[in-house]
């Protein structure tokens, strides 16, 4: 159903046939990437690989609604720093006085600063639903199991309502549409909506805790561990993961990724730029260059 469609479903790829805490810790590694580092043609180069590894993973298009759903997110962003930010030199429009909150100058600098900071949650934005899509959560809930068994089962069940409670709300919805008179409309549509939706979810919950008891996970102990050995796309993305954050690290103390918006913008592109950017490209993209033991 086009309500579930962004969440969690096996496919052939080496990010899927990836173990969850390798997948998780990858994905976070692109995250610390995404933070430390400013450059933009740095941010930009990660955001294609990120693309490209969506692709990789059978979820390019996925992604591609997700980078089209965010705008509603980065653009105010742009607009927003642009009417706050004073501190550029570049002005490129004056809006006179705007009293309390002093004089409406527009730079170019709050501009680009604001659209670093846009392309940098786009990017956060991407790298979690990419996440979400390739890495089972399921396993890796299964891993918190080992600390504490109730948690991670109610995690696991919220997380799985999820998707269901999405499917009730698009059948309610398609019922509503098929009344004589039509769907209500408005507020008040949304608000009955929402009340069906919130009383099925309390009546399904009630069944589920009364299913758990009967089969008596309330006597459960923390479940035994056992060994999964290492596949050849545990160890690529692992050591993904490793070159990943070590580059940013590099770029961010080395100056590779060197970006300053005030008072001027000034965003050098060297030759150390350059490699720092197609270091990370093939750092993100190798581990799926190997499809050996992806199940078909």
């Not at 009630?206 to 050849?232: I, K």
């Not at 490793?242 to 080395?254: K, Q």
């Amino acid at each position: 159903m086009r309500a579930t469609r962004f969440f969690y479903r096996r496919l052939p790829s080496p990010l899927h046939a990836t173990r969850a805490g390798v997948g998780a810790l990858w994905a976070a590694a692109l995250s610390l990437a995404t933070l430390l580092l400013d450059q933009p043609l740095v941010l930009l180069t990660l955001l294609a690989g990120v693309l490209c590894a969506g692709a990789g993973a059978g979820v390019g298009r996925l992604l591609a609604r997700s980078m089209r759903a965010s705008a509603i997110v980065w653009v105010p962003i742009v607009l927003v720093n642009v009417l706050v930010s004073r501190q550029g030199l570049t002005v490129f429009a004056r809006l006179g006085d705007l009293g309390p909150f002093g004089q409406g100058d527009l730079t170019l600098e709050a501009a680009v600063f604001g659209a670093v900071i846009a392309l940098k949650v786009m990017l956060l934005i991407l790298i979690t639903t990419l996440a979400s899509l390739a890495v089972d959560p399921d396993e890796l809930l299964r891993i918190v199991r080992r600390l504490s068994f109730r948690s991670a089962l109610t995690a696991s069940l919220a997380t799985r309502m999820i998707p269901v409670l999405a499917a009730d709300a698009q059948r309610l919805a398609e019922a509503q549409r098929t009344r004589p008179l039509g769907p209500p409309r408005g507020a008040r549509g949304r608000v009955a909506l929402l009340r069906a939706v919130v009383g099925g979810s309390l009546d399904r919950a009630m069944d589920v805790a009364a299913t758990l008891e009967v089969r008596g996970f309330a006597t459960a102990r923390r479940a035994p561990r056992l060994p999964r050995p290492w596949s050849r796309h545990d160890i690529g993305f692992l050591a993904s993961a490793v070159a990943i954050l070590a580059l940013a690290l590099v770029g961010r103390l080395a100056g590779a990724a060197r970006f300053d918006a005030y008072p001027e913008v000034h965003a050098p592109v060297g030759a150390g730029t350059i490699g720092l950017c197609l270091a990370l490209f093939a750092a993100i993209l190798l581990p799926f260059a190997d499809r050996r033991g992806v199940d078909g």
